[in-house]
């Protein structure tokens, strides 16, 4: 090895041995760089990635400027292009960034959303430009085409490219999140018996009459109440709801799951009871049953 390269380390000092090692520069920068990528959080080495709804076949809302957001390395200039328009970002220390982009007027035929950051790069595919609503609620909304045999001649049919959906799981979660599973699919005799039936027929109504793509994220769950899809923040800032936000709060801190577990048995027992002395009963009988 060249002794410019070199560099000398001695260990044990005052010993009548001294071990020496060379290492080339090269080879000390190349660990110096490992170690360092080694030793930096996870979120300090985030590629550039976007929550799952902003995928493939997605639409955006005609004639604004859509918001765009995601994760990349802290402080990364981020940029957006999108039919010939331009936007950009700069990711904060946590490395989330937020951006615009104008959409333009609705348009069926698919486009490129390109975003960069540094030598990443995604691309999504056959984006369209059109109506987007929010399709949420509890089980009439979550009612999906196939539970209804009537509906089966025209899910045989239903064939339109530029109507879509994005069906979010049904998931629950203690903190907020900032992207969920799922993916948008063209409305098709494949995919269209998993759509909710008042979305799909809310959104085949816009399709048809005004001509233009329609989109719908639905977000629903039988049986939830409105508070749960919305931030707690949100919920903060009204009295009534801000009640609720401490209620739960206060059950949560005291939460104890043997005392819920003997409860809830207790309350079954109490049911099957109750159901069985309903058997054979009229209407009238059964309405002066204990009902807990």
């Given at each position: 090895?060249?002794?410019e390269f070199?560099?000398?380390?001695?260990?044990?000092?005052?010993f009548?041995?001294?071990l020496?090692?060379?290492i080339?520069?090269?080879s000390?920068?190349?660990?110096?760089?490992?170690?360092?990528c080694?030793?930096?959080?996870?979120s300090?080495?985030a590629?550039?990635?976007?929550p799952h709804?902003f995928s493939?076949?997605?639409?955006?809302?005609?004639e604004?400027?859509?918001?765009?957001?995601?994760?990349?390395n802290?402080?990364?200039?981020?940029?957006?292009?999108?039919?010939?328009?331009?936007s950009?970002?700069?990711?904060?220390?946590k490395?989330?960034?937020?951006a615009?982009?104008?959409?333009?007027k609705?348009?069926?035929?698919?486009?490129?959303l390109t975003?960069?950051?540094?030598a990443?790069?995604?691309?999504?595919?056959?984006?369209?430009?059109?109506?987007?609503?929010?399709?949420?609620?509890?089980?009439?909304?979550?009612y999906?085409?196939?539970?209804?045999?009537?509906?089966?001649?025209?899910?045989?049919?239903?064939?339109?490219?530029?109507l879509?959906?994005?069906?979010?799981?049904?998931?629950?979660?203690?903190?907020p999140?900032?992207?969920?599973?799922?993916?948008?699919?063209?409305?098709?005799?494949?995919t269209?018996?998993?759509?909710s039936?008042?979305?799909?027929f809310?959104?085949?109504?816009?399709?048809?009459?005004?001509?233009?793509?329609?989109?719908?994220?639905k977000t629903c769950?039988?049986g939830?109440?409105?508070?749960?899809?919305?931030?707690?923040?949100?919920l903060?800032?009204?009295?009534?709801t801000?009640?609720?936000v401490?209620?739960?709060?206060a059950?949560a801190?005291?939460?104890?799951p043997?005392?819920?577990?003997?409860?809830?048995?207790?309350?079954?027992e109490?049911?099957k009871t109750?159901?069985?002395?309903?058997?054979?009963?009229?209407?009238?009988?059964?309405k002066r049953l204990?009902?807990?």
């Amino acid at each position: 090895m060249r002794r410019e390269f070199a560099t000398i380390f001695a260990i044990g000092r005052g010993f009548h041995n001294v071990l020496t090692r060379l290492i080339t520069m090269k080879s000390l920068s190349r660990l110096f760089v490992v170690a360092l990528c080694l030793g930096l959080p996870a979120s300090l080495q985030a590629e550039l990635s976007m929550p799952h709804f902003f995928s493939d076949h997605m639409l955006l809302q005609q004639e604004r400027a859509a918001a765009i957001w995601g994760k990349a390395n802290p402080k990364a200039e981020v940029k957006i292009e999108f039919k010939g328009k331009t936007s950009a970002a700069t990711a904060d220390d946590k490395g989330q960034w937020h951006a615009t982009i104008e959409t333009g007027k609705a348009d069926a035929k698919g486009a490129a959303l390109t975003v960069k950051a540094g030598a990443d790069s995604v691309t999504i595919s056959d984006v369209l430009v059109g109506e987007v609503w929010l399709a949420s609620g509890q089980s009439n909304m979550f009612y999906t085409m196939n539970r209804t045999l009537a509906y089966a001649e025209l899910i045989s049919k239903a064939d339109h490219p530029g109507l879509r959906m994005f069906n979010a799981p049904l998931v629950t979660a203690a903190e907020p999140q900032d992207d969920i599973e799922g993916a948008w699919t063209l409305c098709s005799p494949e995919t269209v018996p998993g759509y909710s039936a008042v979305a799909f027929f809310f959104a085949l109504k816009l399709h048809q009459e005004l001509g233009i793509p329609v989109g719908v994220l639905k977000t629903c769950w039988g049986g939830k109440p409105v508070e749960t899809f919305t931030s707690r923040e949100a919920l903060n800032t009204l009295p009534g709801t801000k009640a609720l936000v401490d209620k739960v709060m206060a059950e949560a801190a005291t939460y104890d799951p043997t005392k819920a577990k003997a409860a809830y048995e207790t309350s079954l027992e109490k049911w099957k009871t109750t159901m069985a002395a309903a058997k054979g009963k009229s209407a009238a009988e059964r309405k002066r049953l204990p009902k807990k």
